[in-house]
């Protein structure tokens, strides 16, 4: 079975700070994939990045990072210099076969300016 | 703009009632997922369709029913509604494979909102 646990529910930050969004996957495939999805107030989902479990490298797309870590079945996601803009539900995902996306419980971030 | 399309945006019904929501995919998009996102379930995945066949279901109440038709647009199907089914229903689509190892990009629209009153 698949599994994603987002164990922050709620993360509050003054605007400039970094910040470490927390996901701890389990599933007994061998080729999976690993996502992060923002989820603004607006309500509709963003895709902000995918994964294969093949490619541990870890990632950087302007203030965003990711950091994957098979050996503890970790896909961290950081956003450096937060803006009020990032406030938002996060959510993290895992995809095996057929492609359906197991979320997580997601984290709600507040940027307080 | 995902190029998903989802209608309606709103929709607000009684207990006992039905609805049709509406998904129609991006241009090429052969698969076609539905979500549901509750406030006690979370964000969970309901049910597949690849070029009009049922692929995969997951957490799918015996309520509910989809379907895909010809012009690869979608409709999941609520009946009896509860309280409980309150949320807001996502369509997604990707490109579809018949590889099932393989990942499509799912591409989300902006979700239906269903209140059961």
């Known amino acids: 079975a698949q599994k994603v646990t987002q164990a922050q529910t709620e993360i509050s930050v003054v605007e400039k700070e970094d910040v470490t969004l927390d996901c701890v996957y389990e599933t007994r495939d061998t080729t999976y994939y690993l996502f992060w999805y923002k989820q603004p107030p607006s309500g509709e989902l963003v895709f902000l990045i995918r994964?294969?479990?093949?490619?541990?490298q870890n990632e950087i797309s302007g203030r965003y990072s990711w950091n994957f870590q098979k050996s503890t079945s970790s896909f961290n996601f950081t956003i450096t210099a937060s803006q009020v803009v990032d406030s938002a539900v996060y959510f993290c995902?895992?995809?095996?076969?057929?492609?359906?996306?197991?979320f997580g419980t997601g984290t709600r971030l507040t940027v307080i300016p | 703009d995902s190029g998903v399309t989802q209608t309606p945006k709103h929709l607000i019904t009684a207990t006992g009632q039905r609805v049709t929501l509406r998904c129609s995919p991006r241009s090429g998009d052969l698969s076609v997922y539905w979500y549901q996102q509750s406030l006690d379930q979370g964000l969970q995945f309901l049910i597949q369709y690849y070029n009009g066949e049922e692929r995969a279901k997951g957490n799918i109440l015996e309520r509910f029913s989809a379907q895909q038709f010809p012009d690869l647009h979608s409709e999941l199907n609520l009946s009896s509604l509860e309280l409980g089914d309150s949320a807001l229903y996502f369509c997604?689509?990707?490109?579809?494979?018949?590889?099932?190892?393989?990942?499509?990009?799912?591409?989300f629209g902006p979700g239906t909102r269903l209140t059961v009153l």
């Open positions: 997604a689509s990707s490109v579809g494979t018949l590889d099932l190892k393989s990942y499509n990009e799912q591409f």
């Open positions: 995902a895992l995809s095996t076969g057929a492609n359906n996306l197991f």
């Open positions: 994964r294969n479990s093949f490619d541990e």
